[in-house]
Protein backbone atom coordinates (compact mmCIF):
# COMPACT_ATOMS: atom_id res chain seq x y z
CA UNK A 1 0.00 0.00 0.00
CA UNK A 2 1.56 3.29 -0.72
CA UNK A 3 2.18 5.61 2.78
CA UNK A 4 1.05 8.52 1.54
CA UNK A 5 -0.17 11.08 -1.33
CA UNK A 6 1.59 14.45 -0.82
CA UNK A 7 4.69 14.47 -2.53
CA UNK A 8 7.54 17.19 -1.93
CA UNK A 9 10.92 17.78 -3.49
CA UNK A 10 13.84 18.42 -1.84
CA UNK A 11 16.94 20.47 -3.42
CA UNK A 12 20.12 20.60 -1.40
CA UNK A 13 19.89 18.09 1.26
CA UNK A 14 22.34 20.82 3.93
CA UNK A 15 21.84 21.41 7.41
CA UNK A 16 18.85 23.45 5.88
CA UNK A 17 17.63 20.71 3.19
CA UNK A 18 17.99 18.01 5.40
CA UNK A 19 16.04 19.45 8.51
CA UNK A 20 13.11 20.14 5.35
CA UNK A 21 13.26 16.51 4.68
CA UNK A 22 12.72 15.84 8.11
CA UNK A 23 9.71 17.96 8.36
CA UNK A 24 8.20 17.36 5.76
CA UNK A 25 8.23 13.21 6.32
CA UNK A 26 6.62 13.88 9.51
CA UNK A 27 3.66 15.94 7.91
CA UNK A 28 3.43 12.66 5.87
CA UNK A 29 4.99 13.89 2.54
CA UNK A 30 6.99 11.63 0.72
CA UNK A 31 9.91 14.04 -0.21
CA UNK A 32 12.12 13.20 -3.23
CA UNK A 33 15.77 14.61 -2.90
CA UNK A 34 18.51 16.20 -5.31
CA UNK A 35 22.10 16.37 -3.73
CA UNK A 36 24.81 15.75 -5.92
CA UNK A 37 27.16 15.64 -2.46
CA UNK A 38 28.71 11.60 -1.74
CA UNK A 39 27.94 12.07 2.08
CA UNK A 40 23.89 13.50 1.25
CA UNK A 41 22.25 10.45 1.93
CA UNK A 42 23.95 9.87 5.83
CA UNK A 43 23.79 13.30 6.73
CA UNK A 44 19.88 13.31 5.74
CA UNK A 45 19.52 9.86 7.68
CA UNK A 46 21.96 11.70 10.57
CA UNK A 47 19.00 14.87 10.89
CA UNK A 48 16.18 12.41 10.55
CA UNK A 49 17.04 10.57 13.25
CA UNK A 50 17.42 13.33 15.53
CA UNK A 51 14.11 14.51 14.10
CA UNK A 52 12.74 11.27 15.20
CA UNK A 53 14.21 11.49 18.77
CA UNK A 54 12.83 14.78 18.85
CA UNK A 55 9.49 14.15 18.02
CA UNK A 56 8.95 10.90 20.14
CA UNK A 57 9.70 13.42 23.29
CA UNK A 58 7.37 16.08 21.94
CA UNK A 59 4.72 13.54 20.87
CA UNK A 60 5.21 10.32 22.15
CA UNK A 61 4.70 7.22 19.92
CA UNK A 62 2.63 9.34 17.45
CA UNK A 63 5.30 9.20 14.83
CA UNK A 64 7.37 6.20 14.30
CA UNK A 65 7.25 4.33 11.59
CA UNK A 66 3.95 6.59 10.41
CA UNK A 67 5.84 9.10 8.19
CA UNK A 68 6.62 9.64 4.55
CA UNK A 69 8.60 7.95 2.48
CA UNK A 70 12.33 9.30 1.23
CA UNK A 71 13.97 8.75 -2.46
CA UNK A 72 17.07 10.21 -3.91
CA UNK A 73 16.71 11.82 -7.38
CA UNK A 74 19.63 11.47 -10.14
CA UNK A 75 18.46 15.18 -11.40
CA UNK A 76 15.79 18.26 -10.86
CA UNK A 77 13.92 17.15 -13.25
CA UNK A 78 13.29 13.74 -12.00
CA UNK A 79 13.36 14.69 -8.20
CA UNK A 80 9.82 17.87 -8.83
CA UNK A 81 8.15 15.66 -11.06
CA UNK A 82 4.93 15.19 -9.39
CA UNK A 83 6.10 17.32 -6.34
CA UNK A 84 3.03 20.20 -4.70
CA UNK A 85 6.36 21.85 -2.93
CA UNK A 86 9.60 22.24 -3.82
CA UNK A 87 11.80 23.58 -1.58
CA UNK A 88 15.24 24.75 -2.73
CA UNK A 89 18.63 24.92 -0.22
CA UNK A 90 21.32 25.12 -1.64
CA UNK A 91 24.46 27.04 -0.99
CA UNK A 92 23.71 30.80 -0.77
CA UNK A 93 25.33 32.12 -3.65
CA UNK A 94 23.03 34.18 -6.56
CA UNK A 95 24.34 32.56 -9.60
CA UNK A 96 23.82 29.17 -8.65
CA UNK A 97 20.23 29.75 -7.06
CA UNK A 98 19.26 31.48 -10.36
CA UNK A 99 20.37 28.31 -12.44
CA UNK A 100 18.86 25.93 -9.90
CA UNK A 101 15.56 27.31 -10.42
CA UNK A 102 15.64 27.81 -14.16
CA UNK A 103 15.60 24.04 -13.98
CA UNK A 104 13.21 23.50 -11.21
CA UNK A 105 10.91 26.27 -13.48
CA UNK A 106 11.34 23.91 -16.39
CA UNK A 107 10.09 20.95 -14.97
CA UNK A 108 7.48 21.43 -12.44
CA UNK A 109 3.57 21.16 -12.82
CA UNK A 110 1.50 24.32 -12.87
CA UNK A 111 0.14 23.61 -9.45
CA UNK A 112 3.40 23.38 -7.75
CA UNK A 113 5.10 26.33 -5.68
CA UNK A 114 8.38 26.69 -4.95
CA UNK A 115 10.24 28.43 -1.67
CA UNK A 116 14.03 29.76 -1.79
CA UNK A 117 15.29 28.89 2.01
CA UNK A 118 18.06 31.51 1.39
CA UNK A 119 18.79 34.03 3.89
CA UNK A 120 18.63 37.36 2.57
CA UNK A 121 18.83 36.80 -1.39
CA UNK A 122 16.08 39.02 -2.91
CA UNK A 123 13.47 36.59 -4.91
CA UNK A 124 12.90 38.91 -7.23
CA UNK A 125 16.48 38.64 -8.34
CA UNK A 126 16.50 34.35 -7.84
CA UNK A 127 13.48 34.35 -9.98
CA UNK A 128 14.72 36.66 -12.98
CA UNK A 129 15.08 34.10 -16.06
CA UNK A 130 13.28 31.25 -14.86
CA UNK A 131 10.09 29.77 -15.92
CA UNK A 132 7.22 29.79 -13.86
CA UNK A 133 8.61 32.54 -11.94
CA UNK A 134 4.58 33.02 -10.38
CA UNK A 135 5.26 30.35 -8.58
CA UNK A 136 8.50 30.78 -6.50
CA UNK A 137 8.61 32.79 -3.59
CA UNK A 138 11.50 33.00 -0.21
CA UNK A 139 10.35 30.70 2.36
CA UNK A 140 12.82 31.32 5.02
CA UNK A 141 12.68 28.72 7.72
CA UNK A 142 15.15 28.74 11.04
CA UNK A 143 17.79 26.19 12.10
CA UNK A 144 16.44 23.09 13.39
CA UNK A 145 14.00 23.42 10.60
CA UNK A 146 12.04 20.27 11.89
CA UNK A 147 11.40 21.75 15.41
CA UNK A 148 11.15 26.15 14.72
CA UNK A 149 7.88 26.87 13.38
CA UNK A 150 8.65 30.48 11.71
CA UNK A 151 9.09 30.83 7.79
CA UNK A 152 9.54 34.00 6.47
CA UNK A 153 7.20 33.95 2.53
CA UNK A 154 8.52 36.89 1.00
CA UNK A 155 7.29 36.89 -3.09
CA UNK A 156 9.67 38.76 -5.63
CA UNK A 157 8.02 41.14 -8.68
CA UNK A 158 6.90 37.89 -10.58
CA UNK A 159 5.33 36.00 -7.64
CA UNK A 160 1.65 35.78 -8.08
CA UNK A 161 -0.83 35.85 -5.03
CA UNK A 162 -2.38 32.71 -5.55
CA UNK A 163 1.16 30.87 -5.23
CA UNK A 164 1.68 32.98 -1.83
CA UNK A 165 -1.83 31.65 -0.61
CA UNK A 166 -0.94 28.29 -1.39
CA UNK A 167 2.10 28.19 0.18
CA UNK A 168 0.79 29.58 3.01
CA UNK A 169 -1.59 27.05 3.79
CA UNK A 170 0.82 23.99 3.02
CA UNK A 171 3.48 25.35 5.30
CA UNK A 172 0.92 26.22 7.81
CA UNK A 173 -0.98 22.59 7.04
CA UNK A 174 2.77 21.27 8.31
CA UNK A 175 2.59 22.65 11.34
CA UNK A 176 4.42 26.12 10.81
CA UNK A 177 3.84 29.46 11.43
CA UNK A 178 4.23 31.32 7.75
CA UNK A 179 4.69 34.98 7.86
CA UNK A 180 3.48 37.03 5.02
CA UNK A 181 6.20 39.75 4.59
CA UNK A 182 4.61 42.05 1.88
CA UNK A 183 7.67 44.32 0.88
CA UNK A 184 10.91 42.91 -0.40
CA UNK A 185 14.18 43.29 1.64
CA UNK A 186 17.32 42.10 1.68
CA UNK A 187 17.40 39.41 4.62
CA UNK A 188 13.91 39.92 5.02
CA UNK A 189 12.82 40.56 9.17
CA UNK A 190 14.35 37.49 11.33
CA UNK A 191 17.75 37.71 9.40
CA UNK A 192 17.85 41.77 10.20
CA UNK A 193 17.18 41.48 13.83
CA UNK A 194 19.68 39.18 14.40
CA UNK A 195 22.22 40.97 12.40
CA UNK A 196 21.90 43.87 14.62
CA UNK A 197 22.34 41.64 17.57
CA UNK A 198 25.39 40.09 15.86
CA UNK A 199 27.30 43.08 14.81
CA UNK A 200 26.82 44.86 18.40
CA UNK A 201 27.84 41.06 20.12
CA UNK A 202 31.04 41.86 17.64
CA UNK A 203 31.86 44.80 18.73
CA UNK A 204 31.37 44.17 22.32
CA UNK A 205 34.08 41.34 22.13
CA UNK A 206 36.35 43.82 20.21
CA UNK A 207 36.73 46.51 22.72
CA UNK A 208 37.03 43.99 25.37
CA UNK A 209 33.68 44.70 27.08
CA UNK A 210 32.40 41.49 27.02
CA UNK A 211 33.93 37.96 26.20
CA UNK A 212 31.41 35.64 23.83
CA UNK A 213 30.18 33.40 27.11
CA UNK A 214 29.33 36.67 28.91
CA UNK A 215 27.36 37.89 25.93
CA UNK A 216 25.52 34.25 25.59
CA UNK A 217 24.76 34.10 29.14
CA UNK A 218 23.44 37.40 29.51
CA UNK A 219 21.03 36.50 25.99
CA UNK A 220 20.26 32.49 27.51
CA UNK A 221 19.72 33.32 31.05
CA UNK A 222 17.91 36.78 30.68
CA UNK A 223 16.74 38.28 27.25
CA UNK A 224 16.68 35.12 25.39
CA UNK A 225 14.01 33.79 27.44
CA UNK A 226 11.66 36.44 27.19
CA UNK A 227 11.84 36.92 23.58
CA UNK A 228 11.00 32.78 22.96
CA UNK A 229 7.53 33.41 24.37
CA UNK A 230 6.52 37.25 24.32
CA UNK A 231 8.93 38.80 21.36
CA UNK A 232 10.25 42.13 21.04
CA UNK A 233 6.84 44.12 21.29
CA UNK A 234 4.84 42.25 23.78
CA UNK A 235 8.16 42.23 26.03
CA UNK A 236 8.99 46.05 25.97
CA UNK A 237 5.18 46.50 26.68
CA UNK A 238 5.57 44.88 30.25
CA UNK A 239 8.63 46.90 30.53
CA UNK A 240 6.22 50.13 30.67
CA UNK A 241 4.55 48.54 33.82
CA UNK A 242 1.17 49.68 34.64
CA UNK A 243 2.02 52.85 32.74
CA UNK A 244 1.41 50.76 29.58
CA UNK A 245 3.62 51.07 26.23
CA UNK A 246 2.95 54.66 25.85
CA UNK A 247 4.59 55.01 29.35
CA UNK A 248 7.94 52.45 28.24
CA UNK A 249 8.15 54.88 24.81
CA UNK A 250 8.40 58.16 26.32
CA UNK A 251 10.75 56.80 29.34
CA UNK A 252 13.33 55.10 26.52
CA UNK A 253 13.15 57.64 24.26
CA UNK A 254 15.55 59.73 24.40
CA UNK A 255 18.04 56.80 24.66
CA UNK A 256 17.54 56.25 21.40
CA UNK A 257 19.64 59.40 21.01
CA UNK A 258 22.45 58.09 22.82
CA UNK A 259 24.98 56.63 21.18
CA UNK A 260 24.43 52.90 22.64
CA UNK A 261 24.58 50.91 19.65
CA UNK A 262 27.18 50.70 16.70
CA UNK A 263 25.09 48.98 14.35
CA UNK A 264 25.54 50.71 11.08
CA UNK A 265 29.66 49.86 11.60
CA UNK A 266 31.16 46.49 11.53
CA UNK A 267 34.71 46.07 13.38
CA UNK A 268 37.85 45.22 11.68
CA UNK A 269 37.61 41.77 10.81
CA UNK A 270 41.66 40.90 12.11
CA UNK A 271 42.94 37.60 12.74
CA UNK A 272 42.68 38.83 16.32
CA UNK A 273 39.13 39.45 16.50
CA UNK A 274 38.49 35.71 15.05
CA UNK A 275 41.09 34.33 17.22
CA UNK A 276 39.23 35.36 20.33
CA UNK A 277 35.91 35.09 19.54
CA UNK A 278 37.20 30.89 18.40
CA UNK A 279 38.62 30.91 21.81
CA UNK A 280 36.53 32.21 24.38
CA UNK A 281 33.69 30.07 22.70
CA UNK A 282 35.56 26.96 22.26
CA UNK A 283 36.06 27.86 26.38
CA UNK A 284 32.63 28.60 26.93
CA UNK A 285 31.08 25.18 24.94
CA UNK A 286 33.06 23.44 27.48
CA UNK A 287 34.71 21.01 25.28
CA UNK A 288 30.95 19.44 23.76
CA UNK A 289 30.41 18.63 19.94
CA UNK A 290 28.85 20.11 17.37
CA UNK A 291 26.54 17.10 17.49
CA UNK A 292 26.18 17.30 21.69
CA UNK A 293 24.81 20.50 21.34
CA UNK A 294 22.99 19.88 18.88
CA UNK A 295 21.08 17.10 20.92
CA UNK A 296 21.09 19.53 24.05
CA UNK A 297 19.69 22.18 21.61
CA UNK A 298 16.67 19.82 20.61
CA UNK A 299 15.78 18.66 24.00
CA UNK A 300 15.63 21.99 25.55
CA UNK A 301 13.24 23.11 22.30
CA UNK A 302 11.45 20.04 22.62
CA UNK A 303 10.47 21.31 26.24
CA UNK A 304 9.95 25.09 25.80
CA UNK A 305 7.65 23.29 23.00
CA UNK A 306 5.43 21.17 25.93
CA UNK A 307 5.42 24.24 28.02
CA UNK A 308 3.92 26.70 25.12
CA UNK A 309 1.39 23.93 23.92
CA UNK A 310 0.10 22.96 27.59
CA UNK A 311 0.02 27.25 28.24
CA UNK A 312 -1.43 27.79 24.87
CA UNK A 313 0.88 30.46 23.74
CA UNK A 314 3.04 31.53 21.38
CA UNK A 315 4.82 28.95 19.34
CA UNK A 316 2.92 26.25 21.20
CA UNK A 317 0.19 27.06 19.25
CA UNK A 318 1.36 26.21 15.60
CA UNK A 319 2.02 22.69 16.64
CA UNK A 320 0.09 20.04 14.88
CA UNK A 321 0.08 16.08 15.87
CA UNK A 322 1.83 14.46 12.95
CA UNK A 323 -0.96 11.62 13.91
CA UNK A 324 -2.95 13.93 12.84
CA UNK A 325 -1.34 15.78 9.44
CA UNK A 326 -0.68 11.93 8.82
CA UNK A 327 -4.09 10.67 9.00
CA UNK A 328 -5.78 13.16 6.44
CA UNK A 329 -4.19 10.52 4.29
CA UNK A 330 -6.33 7.57 3.96
CA UNK A 331 -3.95 4.53 2.90
CA UNK A 332 -1.58 4.58 6.04
CA UNK A 333 -1.52 0.93 7.62
CA UNK A 334 -0.62 -2.09 6.17
CA UNK A 335 -3.62 -4.10 7.47
CA UNK A 336 -2.68 -6.91 5.84
CA UNK A 337 0.43 -7.82 7.89
CA UNK A 338 1.32 -10.01 10.54
CA UNK A 339 1.92 -9.39 12.95
CA UNK A 340 0.16 -5.87 12.53
CA UNK A 341 2.34 -3.23 14.56
CA UNK A 342 0.13 -0.69 15.74
CA UNK A 343 2.79 1.55 18.00
CA UNK A 344 6.69 1.79 18.29
CA UNK A 345 8.51 4.22 20.60
CA UNK A 346 10.62 4.15 23.81
CA UNK A 347 9.89 4.75 27.29
CA UNK A 348 9.69 8.54 28.24
CA UNK A 349 11.41 9.88 31.25
CA UNK A 350 8.22 10.82 31.85
CA UNK A 351 6.45 8.25 32.35
CA UNK A 352 8.92 6.86 35.04
CA UNK A 353 7.49 5.50 38.48
CA UNK A 354 9.40 5.70 41.59
CA UNK A 355 11.31 2.37 40.54
CA UNK A 356 12.15 4.19 37.30
CA UNK A 357 9.83 1.55 35.37
CA UNK A 358 7.23 2.69 33.18
CA UNK A 359 4.33 3.37 35.82
CA UNK A 360 1.16 1.55 35.04
CA UNK A 361 -1.06 4.11 33.56
CA UNK A 362 1.10 4.73 30.51
CA UNK A 363 0.52 0.62 29.56
CA UNK A 364 -3.04 2.09 28.70
CA UNK A 365 -2.02 5.01 26.83
CA UNK A 366 0.34 3.30 24.70
CA UNK A 367 -2.58 0.48 23.98
CA UNK A 368 -5.03 3.38 23.52
CA UNK A 369 -2.10 5.04 21.19
CA UNK A 370 -2.42 1.45 19.39
CA UNK A 371 -6.25 1.60 19.32
CA UNK A 372 -5.62 4.85 17.30
CA UNK A 373 -3.47 3.87 15.12
CA UNK A 374 -5.71 0.89 14.14
CA UNK A 375 -8.96 2.94 14.01
CA UNK A 376 -7.13 5.93 11.91
CA UNK A 377 -5.57 3.16 9.46
CA UNK A 378 -9.13 1.93 9.00
CA UNK A 379 -10.59 5.24 8.32
CA UNK A 380 -11.88 6.21 11.42
CA UNK A 381 -9.60 9.06 12.24
CA UNK A 382 -10.14 12.69 12.81
CA UNK A 383 -11.65 13.58 9.87
CA UNK A 384 -14.29 10.82 10.63
CA UNK A 385 -14.62 11.89 14.19
CA UNK A 386 -15.43 15.68 12.50
CA UNK A 387 -18.20 13.79 10.91
CA UNK A 388 -19.58 13.20 13.96
CA UNK A 389 -18.85 9.93 14.67
CA UNK A 390 -16.14 7.77 16.96
CA UNK A 391 -15.38 4.74 19.20
CA UNK A 392 -15.86 4.72 22.72
CA UNK A 393 -14.12 1.93 24.91
CA UNK A 394 -16.39 0.44 27.25
CA UNK A 395 -13.93 -2.25 28.91
CA UNK A 396 -10.38 -2.83 29.39
CA UNK A 397 -8.12 -5.72 30.83
CA UNK A 398 -4.48 -4.88 31.28
CA UNK A 399 -2.12 -7.77 32.52
CA UNK A 400 1.72 -6.24 33.83
CA UNK A 401 3.65 -9.20 32.73
CA UNK A 402 7.06 -7.77 33.23
CA UNK A 403 8.76 -4.16 33.69
CA UNK A 404 10.31 -1.98 31.20
CA UNK A 405 13.11 0.80 32.21
CA UNK A 406 12.82 4.78 31.25
CA UNK A 407 14.87 4.81 27.63
CA UNK A 408 13.70 1.09 26.93
CA UNK A 409 12.21 0.77 22.96
CA UNK A 410 8.51 -1.03 23.19
CA UNK A 411 6.22 -1.61 20.30
CA UNK A 412 2.68 -2.94 20.08
CA UNK A 413 1.30 -5.96 18.15
CA UNK A 414 -3.07 -5.60 17.80
CA UNK A 415 -4.91 -8.32 17.10
CA UNK A 416 -9.10 -8.26 16.44
CA UNK A 417 -10.75 -10.93 17.93
CA UNK A 418 -14.28 -9.96 17.43
CA UNK A 419 -16.15 -7.61 15.27
CA UNK A 420 -19.48 -6.84 13.87
CA UNK A 421 -21.33 -3.85 12.90
CA UNK A 422 -21.47 -1.84 16.30
CA UNK A 423 -18.37 -3.44 17.91
CA UNK A 424 -14.83 -4.37 18.30
CA UNK A 425 -12.91 -6.66 20.78
CA UNK A 426 -9.27 -6.03 20.06
CA UNK A 427 -6.08 -7.36 21.87
CA UNK A 428 -3.11 -5.84 22.03
CA UNK A 429 0.66 -7.32 22.97
CA UNK A 430 3.42 -5.01 24.10
CA UNK A 431 6.98 -6.04 23.66
CA UNK A 432 10.44 -4.39 24.79
CA UNK A 433 13.36 -4.45 25.77
CA UNK A 434 16.43 -5.99 23.08
CA UNK A 435 15.22 -8.91 24.10
CA UNK A 436 11.49 -8.44 23.13
CA UNK A 437 10.23 -9.57 26.27
CA UNK A 438 6.65 -9.82 26.36
CA UNK A 439 5.57 -6.40 28.57
CA UNK A 440 1.65 -6.53 28.80
CA UNK A 441 -1.93 -7.35 27.38
CA UNK A 442 -4.18 -5.23 27.06
CA UNK A 443 -7.86 -6.12 25.57
CA UNK A 444 -10.91 -3.64 24.94
CA UNK A 445 -14.14 -3.84 23.96
CA UNK A 446 -15.11 -0.74 21.48
CA UNK A 447 -18.14 0.56 20.67
CA UNK A 448 -19.06 2.19 17.61
CA UNK A 449 -21.42 5.77 18.25
CA UNK A 450 -23.19 8.20 16.18
CA UNK A 451 -21.99 11.41 18.60
CA UNK A 452 -24.84 13.84 17.48
CA UNK A 453 -27.49 11.17 18.21
CA UNK A 454 -25.66 10.52 21.38
CA UNK A 455 -25.72 6.53 21.24
CA UNK A 456 -24.44 3.08 19.75
CA UNK A 457 -25.21 2.93 15.88
CA UNK A 458 -23.75 0.50 12.89
CA UNK A 459 -20.29 1.42 11.19
CA UNK A 460 -20.44 2.68 7.92
CA UNK A 461 -19.50 -0.10 4.97
CA UNK A 462 -16.16 1.15 4.46
CA UNK A 463 -14.91 0.68 8.07
CA UNK A 464 -16.63 -3.40 8.42
CA UNK A 465 -14.54 -3.72 5.34
CA UNK A 466 -11.42 -2.71 6.64
CA UNK A 467 -12.09 -4.66 9.83
CA UNK A 468 -12.90 -7.89 7.88
CA UNK A 469 -9.99 -7.12 5.69
CA UNK A 470 -8.11 -7.12 9.11
CA UNK A 471 -9.56 -10.64 10.73
CA UNK A 472 -9.43 -12.56 7.05
CA UNK A 473 -5.15 -11.75 7.18
CA UNK A 474 -5.31 -12.94 11.12
CA UNK A 475 -7.31 -15.77 10.65
CA UNK A 476 -4.59 -18.33 11.01
CA UNK A 477 -3.44 -17.19 14.08
CA UNK A 478 -4.50 -18.86 17.27
CA UNK A 479 -6.47 -17.06 19.89
CA UNK A 480 -4.28 -15.30 22.52
CA UNK A 481 -3.95 -17.72 25.61
CA UNK A 482 -5.21 -14.65 27.73
CA UNK A 483 -8.06 -13.47 25.88
CA UNK A 484 -11.08 -13.43 27.52
CA UNK A 485 -9.83 -14.17 30.86
CA UNK A 486 -10.63 -12.29 34.12
CA UNK A 487 -9.18 -11.14 36.96
CA UNK A 488 -9.12 -13.64 40.15
CA UNK A 489 -7.41 -15.68 42.78
CA UNK A 490 -7.27 -19.36 42.88
CA UNK A 491 -9.59 -20.56 45.50
CA UNK A 492 -7.90 -22.49 48.06
N1 LIG B 1 22.37 27.30 8.14
C1 LIG B 1 21.41 28.10 8.58
O1 LIG B 1 21.29 28.38 9.78
C2 LIG B 1 20.39 28.66 7.60
C3 LIG B 1 19.17 29.15 8.13
C4 LIG B 1 18.17 29.57 7.25
C5 LIG B 1 18.42 29.56 5.88
N2 LIG B 1 19.62 29.11 5.38
C6 LIG B 1 19.79 29.09 3.92
O2 LIG B 1 19.60 27.75 3.47
C7 LIG B 1 20.40 27.53 2.32
C8 LIG B 1 21.28 26.31 2.55
O3 LIG B 1 22.11 26.54 3.67
P1 LIG B 1 22.73 25.35 4.54
O4 LIG B 1 23.16 25.96 5.80
O5 LIG B 1 21.80 24.19 4.55
O6 LIG B 1 24.00 24.97 3.67
P2 LIG B 1 24.79 23.58 3.61
O7 LIG B 1 26.12 23.87 3.06
O8 LIG B 1 24.68 22.86 4.91
O9 LIG B 1 23.94 22.74 2.53
C9 LIG B 1 23.91 23.04 1.16
C10 LIG B 1 23.64 21.74 0.44
O10 LIG B 1 23.45 22.03 -0.94
C11 LIG B 1 24.08 21.01 -1.69
N3 LIG B 1 24.34 21.49 -3.03
C12 LIG B 1 25.40 22.21 -3.48
N4 LIG B 1 25.23 22.44 -4.80
C13 LIG B 1 24.08 21.85 -5.18
C14 LIG B 1 23.39 21.73 -6.42
N5 LIG B 1 23.87 22.27 -7.53
N6 LIG B 1 22.22 21.06 -6.45
C15 LIG B 1 21.71 20.50 -5.32
N7 LIG B 1 22.33 20.58 -4.12
C16 LIG B 1 23.50 21.26 -4.06
C17 LIG B 1 25.34 20.68 -0.90
O11 LIG B 1 25.84 19.38 -1.25
C18 LIG B 1 24.83 20.75 0.52
O12 LIG B 1 24.38 19.49 0.98
C19 LIG B 1 21.17 28.81 2.07
O13 LIG B 1 20.49 29.58 1.14
C20 LIG B 1 21.16 29.49 3.44
O14 LIG B 1 21.27 30.88 3.35
C21 LIG B 1 20.60 28.65 6.23
Keep these: ?34 DPHPQAEKYINDVISRNEAAMLRLWPGQT ?34 QTIHQEIGEAISDQAVIGSSTSGLLPSDIQKQMPHADRMMVAHPYNPVYLLPVVEIVGGEKTSQNAIDTAMQIYSDMGMKPVHITKEIDAFVGDRLLEAMWRESLWLVKEGVATAGTIDDIVRHGLGMRFAQMGQFMTYRLG ?8 FLEQFEPSLKWPWTKLMDVPEWTDNLVNSIVSQSDEHTGGLSVSELETIRDNNLVDFLKVLRRNDWGAGKTLKNPADMISQQPDQMDASAVPLITWQGVVHEDWA ?36 FSFYTVETHIRHLDEIA ?37 EHMLLHVDMNAGRVAPMPDHLTQAFAHIANAQSELPLPDAAGAAIGMKRK
Design 64 to 97: TGQRGKITYAETIGEAVDGAMLVQESVPERLELK
Design 240 to 247: GGEGGFRH
Design 353 to 388: DYNNHMTEFRYLEVFSMATDKLLFGCGAGPVYVKQG
Design 406 to 442: IGEPIYVETRLINHDTKKLHLYHDMYGGKEKRHLASG
Design 1 to 34: MSASVKKAAVIGGGVIGGGWVARLMTAGFDVSVF
